[in-house]
């Protein structure tokens, strides 16, 4: 689901994030809504936006927990998520995969390109 034209670009690029790590702070969601945009409609649109696209809401980083094997979902819809994870890792910049790749803890992406970064973080 494409975020709603109503909701701010900053959003869009924050539902990426998302998508691809799993989660989005309450903070950021703030952050990514402005003053302008957080008006009740437009925070009930956003919150839909991210369960829509099955990402957890947090209050902080580190609540944030990856499922454990029971949780996880089958493997066919595992394999889908990784086709749609490295379609919304290309729409991400050079940098944000790069913030990413350090945020999952990975070694030597500072030299890769973005291909290369794509493939890394797809595993």
Same mark, same amino acid.
């Given at each position: 689901?494409?975020?709603?034209?109503?909701?701010? +670009? $900053?959003?869009? %690029?924050?539902?990426?994030?998302?998508? *691809?790590?799993?989660?989005?702070?309450? &903070? @950021?969601? =703030?952050?990514?809504?402005?003053?302008?945009?957080?008006?009740?409609?437009?925070?009930?649109?956003?919150?839909?936006?991210?369960?829509?696209?099955?990402?957890?809401?947090?209050?902080? +980083? $580190?609540?944030? %927990?990856?499922?454990?094997?029971?949780? *996880?979902?089958?493997?066919?819809?595992? &394999? @889908?998520? =990784?086709?749609?994870?490295?379609?919304?890792?290309?729409?991400?910049?050079?940098?944000?995969?790069?913030?990413?790749?350090?945020?999952?803890?990975?070694?030597?992406?500072?030299?890769? +390109?973005?291909?290369?970064?794509?493939?890394?973080?797809?595993?």
């Amino acid at each position: 689901m494409k975020a709603d034209k109503l909701i701010s +670009k $900053s959003f869009e %690029k924050l539902l990426e994030r998302g998508k *691809a790590r799993g989660f989005i702070t309450h &903070e @950021e969601l =703030k952050k990514s809504l402005g003053k302008r945009n957080s008006t009740p409609e437009s925070l009930e649109k956003a919150v839909l936006n991210i369960f829509d696209n099955l990402i957890t809401l947090v209050k902080q +980083k $580190s609540d944030f %927990k990856v499922k454990t094997k029971e949780e *996880a979902p089958k493997a066919e819809k595992v &394999e @889908e998520s =990784k086709v749609e994870a490295a379609n919304d890792l290309s729409s991400m910049t050079v940098a944000e995969l790069k913030a990413l790749a350090k945020e999952r803890g990975l070694e030597g992406y500072t030299s890769l +390109k973005k291909a290369e970064l794509i493939e890394v973080l797809s595993k």
